[in-house]
C-alpha cells in the first residue's frame, strides 16, 4: 500500500472516499450566535453569591462570624456574670464546672463562660478596625503604585519590602515596648500598631491586582472615550481589583485576631484590666498542667473565630478568584 | 545570570538599611528616652545614664548615630547588654539554637508539606484531598501559641511522647515538638501551595503534550509535575527560613527554648533598646539574605530566569 | 497538486481502516450535571491518509481526536461508541496500553507552541525521553538527527538549549520532531500552526506534509479554516455542534457542500472567499462577496478627503537591559500613510509589525517618538485636554479580545452609556433611547441591556463594543483585530454588520489585522508593514493583483486555499 499524500501529488492509489451527509432533522441549523434570551440576568457578584450560597465552608463560617459579632456587640445577652476581676471570688479559684458557671473558674476565681464572653469585643474590635485601617491605606498605597507605575511605584515597592523585612509580630513587639505605646495600651494603640505593620501585605496585593486590570481593552477602551485617567481607576480599575483584596482582607482580619492575642499573650499587648482571650491565655497559662480548662476555652473560642474568618476568606476565594471561575 | 543577583543583591541593601533605619528610628527617637527606660522604676542615676548615652552615641545627631551603629554592626562590635555582657557574645549562644530550630522546622514542613500537598493535588476531589485542605485550614486558623500548648499538654505532658520544655544544650533531640509547633502553620501553606501547583500543572499543556509522548505515568509526575511545581514551594521554602526565625518567639516562650526570640522578647519586657535593635538588625540581615538565597534558587529552577537580563 | 478527487474502486476488503471511530459520544461531567459534549460520531482514516476535522470552538472536533489518543481531561469520558486503532477498539482500553500505544504507535503534535514544551527542561532532554520512552536509540545524536529531520537548523546545538530561547516557529518544529520521533502510524495534529504567524504556518505544514508522506504516517488534522483543510487533506470532516454533519473527499466537498452548516462554511471562510474573489476578479466578474465595494471610477478631484493623515511616524521603546542598561527598540519606523472618507484601509502585518503600535498612536494613547499624526487637518499632537476631548469623540477603537474590552462589572447599558455620560449628552431618557438604538444596529435584542457581558459569547460582545465605539457618532474606528477572535461563521457575521454601518453611517475604518484574507473582503486600500517599516501599500486590487515586495508575495501565498482550483460559482 503506497501512502498517498495530496503535496506529493502520487496518485498512485486512489481510493474511495464517501460522502457522507448527516440527517438534517439530527442536525439542526441553528442561528448564528443567537443572544439568550431567556433567564434572568446575572452580574459577576451575582454568580459569585450563588457559588457562595452553595458551598458549606461559606455557610459554616458565615454563621459563626455572625455569631462572633452578635455576641461581641451584645455580650450581656449570653451572659449576665460579672466577670472582672473586682467581682471574682478567690474562693471560687480554679474550681470545676458549677451551676450557673458551665465552665468552671480561673485561679482568680472569675467566671471562665463570662470572660469568654465578654473577651470577644476586644478580639473583634482589633481584627476589624484593623483591617479596615489596612484595606484603607495599604489599597491606596498599592493602588496608586500599580495604576501609575514609575518612579513612584519603585519608591513604593522598596518601602513594602522595607516593612516585609520587619514580620508584623516582631514590628509589634518592637513598638510594644516603647515607653509611649507602654503608656497608653488600649485597643486602639494597637490597632495603630497592628495597620502600620499589616499594610504592606494589602499594598502589594493590590497592586499586583491593578497592574493585572490597568492594560485590559476595557480600561483603554475607556480612556479613548475620553475618561479621565484617575477616573479611569476608581471606575473601572479598582472594581476589578477587589475580589483579590476581599480575599485577603477577610483572611488578614483572622491574622490580625492572633496578632492582638500573641501580643496580649506575651505581655505586652492590651493590659490586664482589658478583657481579651490573649490576656485570659496568658494568665491561665501558669496553671495549665493544674486546670486547663480556663486556657482551653479563650483558646478554642479564638481559634474558631480566626478559623471562621480564615474559611470565609478560602471560600470567597474560590467564588470571587476569576482563574478558579474559568475552570 | 550573574547581572540578575547583582541586579537582586542591590535591591536588597535599600531593604536593609532602611528596615535597619525604621527599627533605629523607633527605638531610640520616638518620644520617651530609652536610657531612663533602662532604670525601670528606679531613680535615673545621672552618671550611669551619661556614660551609656555616650555608649550608644545617643548625644550624637541621629543619622551619624544610625551610621554608628551600623558600623559597630559590622565589626561585631555591639556593645553590651543589661547585664555587662557583650551582646555579641549573647548573639553568638542564642543565634545557633534559633538556627537549629528553624531548619528542623523547615526540613518538617518541607519534607510533609509536599508529601501531602503532592498527593492531594493527585487526588483533586477525592476524599483524601478534602480531608486535608480542612486539615489545613484549620492549622492554619489556630494560632500558634494555642498549637503550643494542645501539642505540649497532650503530647509533651499527658502522653510523655516528647519532652514538653527544652534543656539548656537545646539538643534536636528536645527541639522536635517546638520544631513541629513552629512548622506546622508553614507547614499547612507549603501544603496548599503544593497542591495549588500540581492542580495548575497537572492541567498544563506540556504535561498532555508529555502523556502524550507515551511516558509513564510516574515519570510524567516526577519528571513534569512535580519538578514544575516544586518552583513556587523552594521559593516560598527560602523566604521562610527568615520569617521563622524571627517569628519563634512564641514558641520559644512556650517551650523555654534558649534562642533568640526569647532573648529578644526578655530584653523588651526589661527595655533594653540596644539589646533589641542588635537582635532584630540581625534578624532582618537574614531575612535579607534568605531572599538572596530564594532568588539564587529561583534562576537555579527556572531557566527562564536564569537566561533573562 | 490536490487537483482531481478520486471516486475510484479500491480493491475492497484488502485494506484495514487504521482509525475507525463508530457512534462516538463523550460527555463531560460539570456542576451542572452531565454535557454531551460528541455524540454519534463516525470517521474513518486510512493508512498513510491526511484527514481533517473542521468546525468552530466547541464542536467537538479537539475533543473526538484527543479520545482518540486517550487524553480526555479528568473529567471527560467516552459514554458511547467504539474507538478502533488497527481493529483494536481503544476506547475503553486500560492505562498500560495506552502508553505503549502513545508515541509510537498515535503521535500527537498539539496547538500552541508557547505551552506545550516544559520550560525548565532543555529540547534535547525532552526529545530524548519521547525516544527513550518508546525503546529507541537515545543518544545525543539521535536526538539531533530527529531534531534536524523537523527542519531545525544546527540541531545537536540547539538541543542544548531551553524552549524560551526558541521562536515560535522552532518550537513548533520541535513538537513536530517529538510527534513524529517514534514514527508512528497516526498523527494527531491539533490546530499545529493556528498561534504561528501567517508565513510561518506554510513553512511548517509544508514540513509537516513532507515528512509525513515519506514516512507514510496518516494524519489527523483538526482545524477551524476551511481552506486550510482542503488544501492538506485528503478527506474533510466538518462537525458542528458536537455532530459529523458531513464528509467527504475535499474538493467534492467544497463544490458540492450539501449540509446547510457546510454551505455556510464554505462561503463564510475567509480564506474561500478571498480566493474566489480573486479568481471572480481574474476573469473579470465582479464578486458580490466583496463588503467593500470598488470604488466608482472617479476623477482625481473628485475623490473624497483624506480625513486622516499619518507623516514619518515613529516609535521607539527604552528596553531595559542590564543594570542602567536600555536598549533602543523602533517599534514603528517612519510610517506614512493616508485614510481617506468612507473607506477602509487595512493595516496588514505579523506578530511584531508594529501595527497595533500605530493603532495606539493614532489612538492618541500612545505619544509617537517622531512624525505627525493629522486628523482632519489638525496635528493631533497639538491637541490641548479639552481638544483632545473633543478628538475622542471622533475617533473610536474596537478591540481583538472580545473578552477583555469590557467591563465585566458593567451591564450592556451602563457599558454603551458610559460614553455619553463621560460626554454629557443627552437627558437619562434621550441616553437610553439612544442606547436601545445602538443595539437595533447593531442587531442586538434590546432586552440584552440589562445583561452583563459574562453572559453573552464572543461576537455578541464584538457587537456591544461597535455599539458603544458608535455612541458618539464617531467619523473613524479604528478596528484592531477586531475579528480575528471570532470563529468563521461569526467572523462573517460582524464583518457584514462593518460593511453595512459603513455604508448607512458613512464611517471610515482603519482595519488592524494579520489576515490577508479578511482584507481581501473588506478593506479598499492596503498597508503591508514588516518589522516597523511600512513594505508596501496600494488599494486592495492593486496589492493582491501585483504585488511588489517579495514578502507582500509570500503573505499573499500564506492564505490557505491558495492553490485550490475554485471556480467562482463555487458558493
Not at chain 2, 498549637?147 to 527541639?175: E, M, Y
Amino acid at each position: 500500500m503506497t501512502p498517498e499524500n495530496n503535496l506529493t501529488g502520487q496518485d498512485t492509489a486512489p481510493r474511495h472516499i464517501e460522502h457522507f451527509v448527516a440527517d438534517l432533522e439530527e442536525t439542526p441549523l441553528q442561528a448564528t450566535d443567537k443572544v439568550k434570551e431567556d433567564s434572568a440576568p446575572s452580574s459577576l457578584w451575582g454568580e459569585a453569591w450563588k457559588n457562595l450560597r452553595k458551598q458549606p465552608l461559606f455557610i459554616i463560617s458565615a454563621i459563626m462570624i455572625l455569631a462572633v459579632v452578635v455576641v461581641s456587640l451584645f455580650p450581656g445577652l449570653f451572659s449576665q456574670i460579672d466577670p472582672t476581676s473586682e467581682a471574682c471570688q478567690l474562693s471560687n479559684s480554679d474550681g470545676g464546672p458549677a451551676s450557673g458557671h458551665p465552665l468552671g473558674f480561673t485561679q482568680q476565681g472569675c467566671d471562665v463562660y463570662a470572660r469568654v464572653i465578654f473577651g470577644t469585643r476586644s478580639s473583634v474590635t482589633v481584627g476589624l478596625f484593623t483591617t479596615i485601617g489596612v484595606v484603607l491605606f495599604g489599597g491606596i498605597i498599592g493602588a496608586l503604585a500599580g495604576y501609575y507605575g514609575g518612579w513612584a511605584d519603585a519608591v513604593l515597592a522598596r518601602l513594602t519590602d522595607i516593612f516585609f523585612a520587619l514580620p508584623l509580630i516582631l514590628g509589634a513587639i518592637v513598638m510594644m515596648q516603647l515607653p509611649v505605646f507602654r503608656a497608653n495600651r488600649t485597643v486602639w494603640t494597637l490597632v495603630l500598631i497592628l495597620i502600620v505593620f499589616g499594610w504592606p501585605q494589602i499594598a502589594r496585593i493590590t497592586r499586583g491586582a491593578v497592574i493585572e486590570v490597568r492594560n485590559a481593552d476595557f480600561v483603554v477602551a475607556a480612556r479613548s472615550l475620553g475618561v479621565s485617567k484617575f477616573r479611569s481607576l476608581l471606575r473601572h480599575v479598582l472594581p476589578n481589583s477587589l475580589a483579590p483584596i476581599i480575599v485577603v482582607a477577610t483572611i488578614s482580619l483572622g491574622t490580625f485576631i492572633v496578632a492582638e492575642s500573641t501580643l496580649s499573650f506575651l505581655g505586652i499587648g492590651l493590659p490586664p484590666s482589658v478583657m481579651s482571650w490573649g490576656n485570659d491565655i496568658q494568665a491561665a497559662q501558669a496553671s495549665l498542667r493544674s486546670n486547663p480548662m480556663p486556657l482551653l476555652y479563650p483558646a478554642i473560642a479564638l481559634s474558631i473565630t480566626v478559623l471562621s474568618f480564615i474559611m470565609l476568606g478560602d471560600a470567597l476565594r474560590d467564588a470571587l478568584d476569576p482563574k478558579a471561575r474559568k475552570r | 545570570m550573574a547581572t540578575y543577583i547583582l541586579k537582586r543583591f542591590l535591591q536588597l541593601i535599600p531593604v536593609f538599611l532602611g528596615a535597619t533605619l525604621l527599627v533605629y528610628f523607633l527605638v531610640f527617637s520616638l518620644p520617651g528616652d530609652p536610657i531612663a527606660a533602662l532604670f525601670g522604676d528606679k531613680p535615673v542615676n545621672e552618671a550611669v545614664a551619661a556614660k551609656l548615652r555616650a555608649q550608644y552615641n545617643l548625644d550624637q545627631p541621629f543619622i551619624v548615630q544610625y551610621l554608628l551603629y551600623l558600623k559597630s554592626i559590622f565589626t561585631f562590635d555591639l556593645g553590651q547588654d543589661f547585664s555587662g555582657r557583650p551582646i555579641a557574645a549573647v548573639l553568638g549562644e542564642v543565634f545557633p539554637v534559633t538556627a537549629r530550630l528553624a531548619v528542623m522546622a523547615l526540613i518538617f514542613e518541607a519534607v510533609f508539606g509536599i508529601a501531602f500537598g503532592l498527593v492531594a493535588g493527585l487526588r483533586k476531589g477525592k476524599l483524601f484531598d478534602g480531608t486535608v485542605l480542612i486539615a489545613s485550614l484549620i492549622v492554619i486558623g489556630i494560632p500558634i501559641f494555642v498549637l503550643g500548648f494542645i501539642l505540649q499538654f497532650f503530647i509533651g505532658v499527658q502522653l510523655g511522647w516528647a519532652k514538653p520544655t527544652v534543656s539548656a544544650a537545646a539538643t534536636v533531640q528536645d527541639l522536635i515538638l517546638p520544631a513541629i509547633v513552629l512548622g506546622l502553620a508553614s507547614f499547612a501553606y507549603v501544603l496548599r501551595l503544593t497542591r495549588t501547583s500540581v492542580i495548575e500543572n497537572m492541567n498544563a499543556d506540556y504535561v498532555r503534550t508529555a502523556t502524550a509522548k507515551g511516558l509513564s505515568r510516574f515519570r510524567v509526575i516526577n519528571v513534569h509535575i512535580l519538578r514544575n511545581s516544586l518552583i513556587p514551594v523552594v521559593t516560598f521554602l527560602g523566604a521562610d527560613l527568615g520569617t521563622l526565625m524571627g517569628g519563634a518567639i512564641v514558641t520559644e516562650g512556650i517551650f523555654n527554648v534558649p534562642g533568640v526570640g526569647n532573648r529578644l522578647y526578655r530584653a523588651v519586657l526589661s527595655g533594653e533598646g540596644p539589646t533589641v535593635v542588635s537582635i532584630v538588625t540581625v534578624l532582618v540581615l537574614i531575612y535579607c539574605l534568605s531572599n538572596l538565597l530564594v532568588d539564587l534558587l529561583y534562576a537555579w529552577l527556572d531557566p527562564r530566569i536564569r537566561y533573562d537580563s | 497538486m490536490n487537483s482531481s478527487v478520486h471516486i475510484k474502486e479500491e480493491v475492497a476488503g484488502s485494506e484495514r481502516p487504521l482509525l475507525e471511530i463508530k457512534n462516538l459520544a463523550i460527555n463531560f461531567a460539570t456542576s451542572n450535571g452531565e454535557v454531551n459534549a460528541v455524540r454519534n460520531a463516525h470517521l474513518t482514516v486510512m493508512p498513510g491518509e491526511t484527514v481533517a476535522i473542521v468546525g468552530e470552538s466547541g464542536s467537538g472536533k479537539s475533543t473526538s481526536a484527543l479520545a482518540a489518543i486517550g487524553l480526555l481531561p479528568g473529567n471527560g469520558r467516552v459514554a458511547a461508541g467504539e474507538i478502533l486503532f488497527d481493529g483494536e477498539d481503544i476506547a475503553h482500553a486500560s492505562e498500560k496500553r495506552m502508553i505503549e500505544l502513545r508515541g509510537n504507535s498515535i503521535g500527537m503534535v498539539p496547538q500552541d507552541p508557547m505551552s506545550n514544551l516544559n520550560p525548565v527542561w532543555k529540547i534535547g532532554f525532552q526529545v530524548k525521553e519521547t525516544l527513550k520512552a518508546n525503546g529507541l536509540p537515545s543518544g545525543p545524536e539521535d536526538v539531533a538527527k530527529v531534531l534536524s529531520e523537523a527542519g531545525l537548523p544546527d540541531a545537536a546545538r540547539r538541543a542544548k538549549q531551553y524552549p524560551h530561547e526558541f521562536s515560535g516557529g522552532m518550537r513548533q518544529r520541535a513538537l513536530i520532531a517529538i510527534g513524529l520521533s517514534c514514527q508512528p502510524r497516526l498523527l494527531i495534529a491539533d490546530e499545529p500552526t493556528s498561534a504561528l504567524d501567517v508565513t510561518v504556518q506554510r513553512q511548517i505544514l509544508d514540513h509537516l506534509d513532507k515528512m509525513t508522506s515519506e514516512l507514510g504516517t496518516a494524519v489527523l488534522l483538526i482545524t477551524h479554516d476551511l481552506g486550510l483543510a482542503a488544501e492538506r487533506a485528503d478527506k474533510v470532516v466538518v462537525m458542528y455542534k458536537g455532530q459529523v454533519v458531513e464528509s467527504g473527499p475535499s474538493l467534492e466537498l467544497l463544490r458540492n457542500p450539501r449540509h446547510p452548516y457546510t454551505k455556510r462554511l464554505v462561503s463564510s471562510a475567509p480564506s474561500l472567499a478571498s480566493r474566489r474573489i480573486q479568481v471572480a476578479k481574474e476573469q473579470g466578474v465582479e464578486s458580490d462577496e466583496l463588503l467593500a465595494p470598488t470604488e466608482p471610477v472617479v476623477v482625481e478631484s473628485a475623490l473624497p478627503e483624506e480625513v486622516l493623515k499619518v507623516e514619518d511616524l515613529t516609535k521607539v521603546f527604552k528596553l531595559r537591559g542590564g543594570i542602567g542598561k536600555t536598549t533602543d527598540f523602533t517599534a514603528v519606523d517612519s510610517v506614512s500613510f493616508s485614510v481617506r472618507r468612507g473607506t477602509t484601509t487595512a493595516i496588514v502585518g505579523e506578530s511584531g509589525s508594529g501595527k497595533s503600535t500605530v493603532a495606539q498612536m493614532v489612538l492618541n494613547l500612545l505619544e509617537p517618538t517622531s512624525g505627525k499624526i493629522i486628523f482632519d487637518g489638525v496635528d493631533t499632537s497639538t491637541l490641548n485636554s479639552r481638544d483632545l476631548f473633543k478628538f475622542r469623540r471622533r475617533v473610536q477603537p474596537i478591540f481583538q479580545d472580545p473578552y477583555g474590552s469590557l467591563d465585566p462589572m458593567y451591564n450592556i447599558f451602563r457599558t454603551i452609556e458610559e460614553p455619553l455620560r463621560t460626554h454629557k449628552i443627552g437627558t437619562k431618557a434621550s441616553r437610553e433611547k439612544k442606547v436601545r438604538e445602538l443595539l437595533d444596529q447593531v442587531a442586538l435584542p434590546q432586552s440584552t441591556m440589562r445583561r452583563y457581558p459574562n453572559e453573552l459569547s464572543g461576537g455578541q460582545r464584538q457587537r456591544i463594543a461597535i455599539a458603544r465605539a458608535l455612541a458618539l457618532d464617531p467619523e473613524v474606528i479604528i478596528c484592531d483585530e477586531a475579528v480575528s477572535a471570532l470563529d468563521v461563521l461569526v467572523q462573517a457575521q460582524v464583518l457584514n454588520l462593518l460593511a453595512e454601518l459603513q455604508d448607512n453611517l458613512g464611517l471610515t475604518y482603519l482595519f488592524i489585522t494579520h489576515d490577508l484574507a479578511v482584507v481581501r473582503q473588506i478593506a479598499d486600500h492596503v498597508c503591508v508593514m514588516q518589522k516597523g517599516k511600512l513594505v508596501e501599500t496600494g488599494s486592495t486590487d492593486d496589492v493582491f493583483d501585483n504585488p511588489r515586495e517579495a514578502y507582500t508575495q509570500a503573505l499573499l501565498d500564506a492564505i490557505p486555499g491558495g492553490s485550490l482550483l475554485l471556480p467562482p460559482e463555487v458558493a
